[in-house]
């Protein structure tokens, strides 16, 4: 028995050795490029992404990486959803632990929003400080991993058809008819799944496809309001300026062509973005 211990002492002595003696930084980041269903990233300590890989940067519809740098959630998700994953890097960061396979929607490439099971864990620096997370997102689902649980699937087509119907009015009665469970069950699983209220879910898609449609086309103000069900002028602006803390033409104006100014940070004061 005390020669197997000795032996397996000597071993992790020597792993440890073999460990230590490696090139830093030459191995993990490479080898997450060769996996096209996961997601990894480094963030610092304000959310800013300072890493991702190709697979997280095809999600976000840029083809250069590069350009995701220096933009946090808000920049390239739906602001309902960002503002989960920065709650949950919030509290990892204030009390230093892991999130560990945490089941979640994460938007795709296409448009639509897909089931991810997603790990964070604490960034140190040389001094143990917490100075940012890490995190790996694997697509739920696909032939070589467990499929989603079936209120994953209705989840996923509700949130779908919420996206496709953003131009019409969208009751919380008919999606819960057609998703054939009852309003209380509908805001449950919501609640479970997103932190929210089916009616705030819906508003906040509204208005997160205005914040796309503000950055990325050249429509007037107006024509977006329209594009999302608000045929009022007024009302839409009233509306967007309750969540998003600025007006649309303010906000078009610090958020251009879906390029992040991080010089304009400050002109927020601390609101929540897009």
Excluded at 25 to 44: C, S, T
Excluded at 206 to 223: F, G
Excluded at 238 to 243: D, M, P, Q, S
Aim: aromatic residues 8%; positive net charge.
């Amino acid at each position: 028995m005390e020669r197997k211990q000795k032996q397996m002492r000597e071993l992790v002595s020597e792993t440890k050795s073999f460990l230590a003696s490696l090139k830093k930084g030459q191995v993990a980041f490479e080898l997450f490029e060769y996996l096209p269903d996961v997601f990894f990233w480094l963030k610092n300590k304000q959310g800013y992404f300072q890493y991702v890989n190709e697979a997280l940067s095809r999600s976000a519809l840029f083809s250069d990486k590069d350009n995701v740098l220096a933009m946090t959630d808000h920049d390239i998700h739906p602001v309902e959803l960002a503002s989960i994953f920065r709650s949950d890097d919030l509290n990892i960061i204030n009390t230093g632990e892991r999130l560990e396979m945490k089941t979640e929607l994460v938007p795709n490439e296409t448009g639509g929003v897909e089931w991810r099971e997603t790990s964070k864990i604490p960034l140190y620096d040389n001094n143990d400080d917490i100075v940012g997370t890490a995190g790996i997102s694997r697509r739920m689902g696909i032939t070589e991993g467990r499929p989603g649980p079936s209120q994953h699937r209705v989840m996923n087509a509700i949130i779908g058809a919420i996206y496709k119907c953003v131009d019409q009015e969208i009751k919380v009665t008919e999606l819960a008819e057609a998703a054939n469970v009852s309003v209380s069950t509908l805001e449950r699983i919501f609640k479970q799944n997103m932190g929210t209220t089916p009616k705030k879910f819906v508003l906040q898609a509204k208005l997160s496809t205005a914040c796309e449609r503000l950055i990325r086309t050249k429509k007037s103000v107006s024509e977006i309001g329209d594009s999302i069900g608000y045929h009022d002028h007024a009302n839409f602006t009233r509306a967007f300026r309750k969540l998003m803390g600025v007006n649309p033409t303010r906000y078009r104006e610090l958020y251009k062509h879906s390029t992040f100014k991080r010089q304009k940070l400050s002109d927020f004061n601390g609101i929540t973005d897009c």
